[in-house]
C-alpha cells in the first residue's frame, strides 16, 4: 500500500523542536513540566508559541525582582564591561561591599562567596567541622522533611529519603530530628553534636514557619552545649519573609528575642536575583571563639565564587529593594495575600486543606488526591495536577511535595497582579468541583 505522506508543518514548531533536544542532549535529572519559555517581562513569562503566564514561582524563589529588570540588566551591562572576573587571588569593589550588605543586615561577622545553595551549605558545614574539631565533634542536626541542596552532603543533610536513594554511603555526620520539637532536639544532642541546622521556613517541606519558641529553644540549647545554630535561608531569606530574614520576622515583639542571633547563615536563590550566586554569612564570635576567622587562608575557596560580575548585581538588587522599600510591600502584601488564600481554604474545603507561609513564601495545602473528584482518576500528586491546571489557565506555580502549591512572587510584583493571579487560582478551585 502506498503511504500517505503529510506536508512538513507550515509553522515551524519550536516546542517539539526544543523538547526533543531535551530528550536527546539533556541528562533527565528533573521532572519537567511541559512549557518551553522563551523571555519575560516583570512578573509575565511567555512561552514559544507566544501564550502569556503570570509567573508565581518565580524561578523558585530567585527572581527577586522580576524578568529583564531594566536595573538588574544595566548593572550586569556596566560591571561586564568593566570587569567580569578576577579569580580570588586579588580584592575588588563588588565583593567586598556585597558582604558589607549583608553584614550590615544581619550583625557583625563575615561572608564567603559561592555559587548555589548547596555550596553554600558546604561551607557552614565546613565552619561547624572546624569548630568542634579539636574536640572531635562533628555531627550536625537537620530537620525531618528539611532540603539544604544536592552535592553528596547536601543529601545526607537533607531530611527526605527521596533525595538519598541510590547514591550511598551517605556523608557520615548528618542525623534528622523532627521540626519545631525542642524536646526532639534536647534528646538527640550527642557527645559528639557540634551543630545544629534549620531552614526559617521549610521550603520542600510544606512551607513550615519555625515558632519564636523553638527558635528561642535552639539558640538556649545551642548555648548550653557549646554547639553552632546554624540557618539555612537559601528560599526563606533575602526579604522573601517581609524581614531581610525570616527569623528576624518570626522573631519581632516576642519578648527575649532581642539578642537571639544564628551563627551562622546560608543565603542564594533571591540573592542574585537570576545570577547564580551563594553565600554564607558567619558570626563574628560564638562561645567565646572567632568564628569569622574560622576558615583561614587555604581552607576553603572556590573559583567562581564573587565574581565582580555577581556581586555588582546582588548590590543592585540590595539597592532597589531597599530604595522602593519592597520588605514593607512583601510584609504587607504577604499578610493580604495570605488571608486571601485562608479565604480560599474556607471557600473550597473540598480541595483546600489550609493556607500556610509568611510573606512571599506562601503555600495553599491541598487535600488528599483520592478526596478531590477531579483529582482522583490521575495517579498524580494533587499538587502537580494543580499546578498543570494553573499552566493552563495561565499561572505559575511550583509544587511543594504531594500537597501544597508554592507561592513565591517577585519582591516587587504589584498587588493587582497578585490578585489576577488569585482569581484565576479561585477559578480553578471552582472547576475542580
Ligand atoms: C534551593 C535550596 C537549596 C539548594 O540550593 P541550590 O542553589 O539548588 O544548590 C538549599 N536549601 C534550601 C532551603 C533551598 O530552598
Redesign the pocket.
Known amino acids: 500500500m502506498k503511504e500517505l505522506l503529510t506536508p512538513p508543518p507550515i509553522v515551524h514548531n519550536q516546542h517539539a523542536e526544543i523538547r526533543e533536544l531535551f530528550n536527546r542532549y539533556v541528562v533527565p535529572s528533573y521532572g519537567r513540566f511541559d512549557l518551553v519559555l522563551d523571555r519575560g517581562a516583570g512578573s509575565y513569562v511567555w512561552d514559544v508559541s507566544g501564550k502569556r503566564y503570570l509567573d508565581l514561582g518565580g524561578g523558585?524563589?530567585v527572581c527577586a525582582l522580576g524578568h529583564a529588570n531594566p536595573e538588574v540588566t544595566e548593572a550586569l551591562v556596566e560591571q561586564s564591561r568593566r570587569l567580569l572576573h578576577v579569580s580570588n587571588l586579588y580584592y575588588h569593589g563588588p565583593q567586598g561591599r556585597l558582604a558589607e550588605h549583608i553584614v550590615t543586615h544581619l550583625a557583625p561577622g563575615k561572608v564567603f562567596f559561592a555559587?548555589?545553595?548547596?555550596?553554600?551549605?558546604e561551607g557552614l558545614y565546613k565552619v561547624a567541622r572546624k569548630f568542634g574539631h579539636d574536640e572531635g565533634r562533628f555531627e550536625i542536626l537537620t530537620a525531618i522533611n528539611?532540603?539544604?541542596?544536592?552535592?553528596l552532603a547536601?543529601i545526607a543533610a537533607t531530611g527526605q529519603d527521596k533525595v538519598k536513594k541510590g547514591f550511598e554511603p551517605a556523608v557520615a555526620g548528618f542525623r534528622h530530628i523532627p521540626f519545631n520539637d525542642l524536646k526532639a532536639a534536647q534528646d538527640a544532642v550527642s557527645p559528639a553534636t557540634v551543630a545544629i541546622l534549620i531552614?526559617g521556613i521549610?521550603?520542600?517541606g510544606g512551607l513550615t514557619p519555625a515558632t519564636a519558641e523553638y527558635l528561642l529553644g535552639l539558640r538556649r540549647l545551642c548555648d548550653e552545649k557549646r554547639m553552632l545554630l546554624l540557618v539555612?535561608?537559601?528560599?526563606?531569606g533575602h526579604f522573601r519573609s517581609g524581614r531581610y530574614q525570616s527569623f528576624q520576622r518570626i522573631l519581632e515583639g516576642i519578648p527575649g528575642a532581642e539578642t537571639f542571633q544564628a551563627d551562622g547563615v546560608?543565603m542564594?536563590?533571591s540573592l542574585g536575583g537570576g545570577f547564580?550566586i551563594?553565600a554564607f554569612w558567619v558570626r563574628q564570635e560564638s562561645h567565646g571563639v572567632a568564628l569569622a576567622d574560622l576558615l583561614g587562608p587555604g581552607t576553603h575557596g572556590t573559583t567562581f565564587g564573587g565574581t565582580p560580575l555577581g556581586c555588582a548585581v546582588a548590590n543592585r538588587i540590595f539597592e532597589i529593594i531597599e530604595r522602593d522599600h519592597l520588605e514593607q510591600h512583601v510584609r504587607t502584601t504577604g499578610d493580604w495575600l495570605k488571608s486571601e488564600l485562608e479565604r480560599l481554604a474556607r471557600a473550597y474545603p473540598v480541595s483546600v486543606k489550609s493556607a500556610r507561609g509568611l510573606g512571599f513564601m506562601q503555600g495553599l495545602e491541598l487535600q488528599a488526591r483520592e478526596t478531590i473528584p477531579a483529582f482522583a482518576g490521575s495517579e498524580k500528586p494533587a499538587s502537580l495536577q494543580m499546578v498543570n491546571r494553573l499552566h493552563e489557565a495561565g499561572v505559575l506555580t511550583i509544587p511543594s511535595g504531594n500537597q501544597v502549591v508554592r507561592l513565591l512572587p517577585a519582591l516587587n510584583i504589584p498587588r493587582a497582579q497578585l490578585a489576577e493571579g488569585l482569581g484565576i487560582i479561585e477559578a480553578t478551585l471552582k472547576s475542580l468541583g
Open positions: 523558585i524563589a555559587n548555589s545553595g548547596a555550596e553554600a551549605n528539611s532540603f539544604h541542596g544536592r552535592t547536601g531552614e521549610q521550603g520542600e539555612d535561608a537559601v528560599q526563606c546560608s542564594a536563590k547564580p551563594g
